[in-house]
T-cell receptor
């Protein structure tokens, strides 16, 4: 079964410093990986995805993620954190629902709360 | 704003009552998903529609839950005889295309509190 793990419940970083939010995955076949951000009382907003190609994926709001097949990781990064980046971050992996129709759902990690301190 | 809307945003109800939530996906998206998110957890898949057809249901979706997507546009999720364990955020998402390459766009969610 497909799964993702986010080993840190919370990450604290000072404003202006680089940030990393960790995600590891376990899949059969090629992984399709996604990062979403959730602000309080809001739905999930898409940040970026890895399907194939370059291991470094660039996304919204200056975020990027590095796909590492040997370490089965897909860590989210940003060179310089902003206070406004403080939110809940979810890693997700595509999981097949039905092979015949090519339909999929997401399996999410438990989330990592990022706090950027001024 | 992702373009997916959900109503109501909050619902407080007493145990045993029925509730219904609505999701309006992005208009050209043929795929619609419902997820449930409880405190401290990531969203969990509940059910999936392709156009008006409900193609998949999770084991999380007990027989008290029913979902529809008439005419392949908006969708409703109804919970009958609510229980306190149903308290959660219910998220709707939509996507376009096949193969899982296209990301899902999520609505703001409906937060249900069952007293």
């Amino acid at each position: 079964a497909q799964s993702v793990a986010q080993p840190e419940d919370q990450v604290n970083v000072a404003e202006g410093n680089p940030l990393t939010v960790k995600c590891t995955y376990s899949v059969s076949g090629n992984p399709y990986l996604f990062w979403y951000v959730q602000y309080p009382n809001r739905g999930l907003q898409f940040l970026l995805k890895y399907i194939t190609g370059d291991n470094l994926v660039k996304g919204s709001y200056g975020f990027e993620a590095e796909f590492n097949k040997s370490q089965t990781s897909f860590h989210l990064k940003k060179p310089s954190a902003l206070v406004s980046d403080s939110a809940l971050y979810f890693c997700a992996v595509r999981d097949m629902l039905r092979r015949t129709s090519g339909t999929y759902k997401y399996i999410f990690g438990t989330g990592t709360r990022l706090k950027v301190l001024a | 704003d992702t373009g997916v809307s959900q109503n109501p945003r909050h619902k407080i109800t007493k145990r045993g009552q029925n509730v219904t939530f609505r999701c309006d996906p992005i208009s050209e998206h043929n795929r619609l998903y419902w997820y449930r998110q409880t405190l401290g957890q990531g969203p969990e898949f509940l059910t999936y529609f392709q156009n008006e057809a409900q193609l998949e249901k999770s084991r999380l979706l007990s027989d008290r839950f029913s979902a529809e997507r008439p005419k392949g546009s908006f969708s409703t999720l109804e919970i009958q005889r609510t229980e306190q364990g149903d308290s959660a955020m219910y998220l709707c998402a939509s996507s376009l295309g096949t193969g899982g390459r296209n990301e899902q766009f999520f609505g703001p969610g409906t937060r249900l509190t069952v007293l």
